[in-house]
């Protein structure tokens, strides 16, 4: 997309008010894709705009946008996806110019405005996208030095393979949630220290992990690797996403083949895809990679986003929300590009909708951390929320909850929550 793509203009206004706030997080610039009903209607496709949704089944229905009325009225994105990066073009300036405060076509007609804005506090978001595959990435340094120091050896944190590879492992599509689904605290096994053999029981050592995810846009085929020049194409937009992690069962089953029981019960994820048109303004240099790697992951310019994030935790008794951390997407040491190159590279095919996730995002100080298992030294320093209680990890009835934006000139895109609350674990049999 060229630099001066006119749906992404600072000086932009909508006749939609609340949009042109500066803390709102969906201004004309951004124009999210998410899956929404209403009391009145079946699961659609929406776009986010101020405090409302703009109902693309009713714009299609008039004939206003480039793409069939069967795509938009589908419950998942998917096919909309499938249609490619000139339609999404193409409906995106569509969209942008009848949201535009110069243009009068929804604008002044009230029937039509009525019928195709809806409140978001009137509508139920779903799962936008079918995720036939989900992968997980390791990609924050600091995270993986952070992990390496508390689960094996703090002289050796990272691990040789780490600054060669985007490490990453194939993670549980079924279990990927949209922001809301309450979370259920797991059974699984847990090794103590001063024992031989494991226990079964409740999750007790229950933690977040911040993190963004992509969703693959044009897949590629079996056998085809997706080469590092490409590999951004090939995206159709980010998330804001929550990998809950059991740590007490991934210290005991990690060697040798990886998370499994950890990260398999729950990973939710915030119910608007921010495309890359509008996240392209907020591109900035990554951290610099040494050694350089292999040179088909090598790219020479600008491959990171400048995207604030942050976390907050709320006890279910609590009156408010306490900010446990702040960091920034920027911070990833290897890329998206970098990432989806390496993930096909062996002849891997990826489909649409498929979710990578980031890995956890910590950042280098420490307010930036991504994870309780590192804010709180794996338990051992427990951090104090605003009500006076103290969290080692997450206690049942804990709300947690992401929230991320970009910070444009008078204006932010945002992704909307990612948030969930966590319900006690099923008695045990
Ligand atoms: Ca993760």
Not at 140 to 155: C, I
Not at 341 to 358: A, E, Q, W, Y
Request: aromatic share 8%.
């Amino acid at each position: 997309m060229s630099a001066h793509d006119q749906t992404t203009a600072p000086e932009l206004k909508s006749w939609v008010e609340r949009a042109n706030a500066p803390d709102c997080e969906f201004p004309i610039q951004n124009l999210p894709y998410g899956i929404f009903s209403t009391e009145h209607s079946a699961a659609r496709v929406g776009v986010a705009i101020g405090d409302s949704i703009l109902d693309l089944t009713v714009l299609a229905e008039e004939g206003l946008i480039a793409c069939p009325l069967t795509v938009v009225t589908q419950v998942r994105l998917n096919d909309f996806i499938a249609l490619g990066p000139i339609v999404w073009r193409k409906v995106r300036e569509q969209i942008s110019a009848l949201l535009s405060a110069s243009n009068h076509t929804l604008q002044g007609n009230a029937a039509l405005r009525e019928k195709a804005l809806i409140q978001q506090a009137a509508a139920t978001m779903h799962l936008p996208v079918e995720i036939q595959g989900y992968t997980d990435f390791y990609s924050s340094r600091e995270h993986a030095t952070n992990v390496g120091m508390l689960f094996r050896d703090p002289k050796n944190a990272l691990l040789p393979n780490w600054s060669e590879i985007p490490i990453g492992y194939n993670g549980r599509a079924s279990s990927v949630i949209v922001s809301g689904t309450p979370v259920r605290r797991p059974n699984g096994q847990i090794k103590l220290p001063d024992q031989d053999r494991p226990v079964f029981s409740p999750c007790r050592k229950l933690d977040l992990e911040l993190e963004t995810g992509f969703i693959v846009g044009i897949p590629n085929a079996l056998g085809e690797p997706i080469p590092i020049e490409e590999a951004e194409k090939h995206i159709f937009g980010m998330v804001l996403l929550n990998d809950w992690s059991a740590r007490d069962f991934q210290a005991w089953e990690y060697v040798p083949l990886g998370p499994f029981n950890a990260k398999t019960f729950a990973t939710t994820i915030s119910p608007w895809i921010v495309t890359m048109d509008a996240l392209e303004p907020f591109r900035t240099l990554q951290p610099t990679q040494v050694p350089l790697p292999l040179a088909y992951l090598q790219h020479t310019g600008e491959h990171a986003f400048d995207i604030h994030l942050e976390a907050t935790l709320k006890p279910e008794t609590a009156a408010e929300a306490t900010t446990i951390t702040q960091t920034n997407f920027k911070y990833m040491y290897w890329t998206m590009a970098q990432q989806l190159t390496h993930h096909t590279v062996s002849g891997c095919n990826t489909r649409v909708g498929d979710l990578m996730g980031s890995g956890t995002i910590s950042g280098p100080t420490p307010g930036s951390l991504g994870s309780l298992l590192e804010m709180t030294f794996n338990g051992r320093e427990p951090i104090k929320l605003q009500s006076g209680e103290t969290r080692s990890f997450i206690e049942d009835g804990d709300e947690l909850t992401l929230r991320g934006w970009c910070q444009g000139e008078g204006y932010r895109v945002g992704f909307g929550l990612c948030t969930g609350q966590v319900l006690p674990a099923h008695p045990m049999k």
